[in-house]
């Protein structure tokens, strides 16, 4: 069986061999509280056996439902912010044609996100292209409550039901929510709207591969049960405490980086495809391990383009980096140099050879200088974009980032920080229940 692979050898210079084995017993006791719900937050453990206990039958509701919006619709609009948005676009940008909104012979429904910003020309736009169109929505937000996608939805709600009339709308609108609490619940059951529940014991930023992930990913038309396949996989392959254990070499490894004065880590992609797997990576790791004065704190950057911005920094500046680089074995397709007769532009050399072998050289030789220039390096490699690996990769950065953040001494699963921005937002805009936020703020500005 294929499966993808984490190769630390190029972080030795920080974090040699015996350095990640002595923190082999911290790592399997962080799996233990991660398996055992022996740790904080073990509350919100349910997402670990997701991948193998999640029944045929709520795939398969999943998927006709995805046939139904397919059916019945030309635009398909995601709504959430946080983790109840970037997994699925993580997923969809993986696997999809880079150019096929631009596509005339693009099949099925365009899937679009909102919710996931307060833009006012975001959501004017939106409703300019939505105008006239016929459009369903799932609205996604396990709260129920999150004023970002609440605004968007209102909006995109009642263009809705003016085109169509408030029962025709009401069926093409799905909600994925808390099984009983939060507005948005409240309105799916008066409104009639179907439903998809998000386990209480299921996080945010690691329900990807729940409905609140499965669902769009659907529609868009991949094959969910594939990326579940991959994704029991790596549950199986996490399962052991042994550095075999993918997790647990990832989770040690960028402990000890980080204990050795590493703060930063960089997610590394050379696949345009994966820039949004970086930004659901970013959220999984920061809202997870940034608190209690703690925290890798989690950048993205996408290669080479970012080599000619961020190139000389992390070559360079401070030495508090290291990276981790998704590494894909094989594109989808084959693009071959071609040969020029005039060869103004001295590209011949590489003439007849693949984009990909170009590429994989980009990657090989900056892997070098960047360890030349003490920015140790990890490797993860996948066999292709396809949902099967998709899914290992989910899982198994779900997995590391439970072990890690218990071996930060934190608990991983909870993010007091976000509430703080909301807190003075809802009082700046005077929301009823605040008033004294309201007042105290009022004073400050
Ligand atoms: O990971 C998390 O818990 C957060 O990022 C949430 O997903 C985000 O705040 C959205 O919350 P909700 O789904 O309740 O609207």
Request: proline share 4%; with cysteine.
């Amino acid at each position: 069986m294929s499966k993808i692979s984490v190769n630390i050898s190029q972080a030795a210079a920080v974090a040699p061999e015996a350095t990640v084995k002595a923190l082999l017993p911290e790592a399997a006791d962080a799996l233990a509280k991660v398996m055992n719900g022996t740790g904080a937050g073990n509350d919100f453990l349910g997402w670990t056996d997701l991948p193998t206990r999640t029944p045929a039958a709520e795939l398969d509701d999943i998927i006709a439902t995805a046939k139904r919006l397919q059916a019945d619709c030309e635009y398909v609009v995601c709504v959430g912010i946080g983790g109840s948005y970037l997994g699925a676009k993580a997923v969809i940008e993986a696997l999809s044609d880079s150019f096929s909104a631009y596509r005339a012979d693009h099949r099925g429904p365009k899937v679009i996100f909102a919710g996931q910003n307060i833009g006012e020309d975001y959501l004017f736009e939106l409703r300019n292209l939505l105008q006239g169109h016929r459009f369903g929505i799932i609205v996604i937000s396990k709260s129920g409550t999150t004023t970002e996608p609440a605004i968007a939805f209102r909006i995109l709600k009642e263009i809705l039901e003016q085109q169509e009339g408030k029962q025709r709308a009401a069926e093409r609108i799905v909600a994925i929510t808390d099984a009983h609490r939060g507005a948005l619940r409240q309105l799916a059951t008066e409104e009639g709207y179907k439903t998809f529940v998000i386990d209480d014991n299921v996080g945010g930023r690691f329900s990807v591969l729940s409905p609140v992930g499965l669902l769009p990913i659907a529609v868009a038309g991949y094959d969910i049960k594939a990326l579940m396949q991959g994704a029991a996989e790596m549950q199986k392959a996490t399962a052991e405490p042994t550095l075999d254990n993918p997790a647990i070499l990832y989770a040690a490894t960028r402990n000890a980086l980080y204990r050795a004065g590493k703060k930063i880590e960089i997610l590394v992609n050379y696949n345009p495809k994966l820039h949004y797997f970086g930004e659901w990576w970013k959220q999984l790791y920061g809202e997870s391990e940034g608190k209690d004065g703690k925290g890798i704190f989690p950048a993205a950057v996408d290669f080479s383009t970012d080599l000619h911005s961020m190139g000389q920094w992390i070559q360079d500046g401070e030495r508090t980096i290291f990276e981790t680089v998704l590494s894909v074995e094989a594109p989808e397709h084959e693009t071959i140099v071609p040969t020029d007769n005039d060869n103004l532009d001295g590209l011949n050399y590489i003439a007849g050879r693949r984009v990909d072998e170009v590429n994989k050289m980009a990657e090989l030789g900056t892997r070098i200088a960047h360890v030349d220039g003490g920015v140790p390096n990890l490797r993860i490699t996948i066999p292709a974009l396809r949902e099967q690996w998709l899914g290992q990769l989910i899982y198994l950065f779900e997995k590391a980032c439970g072990i890690s953040g218990y071996m930060l001494g934190v608990n991983p699963f909870d993010q007091p920080g976000v509430e703080s921005y909301k807190r003075n937002m809802f009082a700046l805009l005077a929301k009823p229940g605040y008033e004294k936020e309201t007042e105290a703020i009022r004073a400050r500005i």
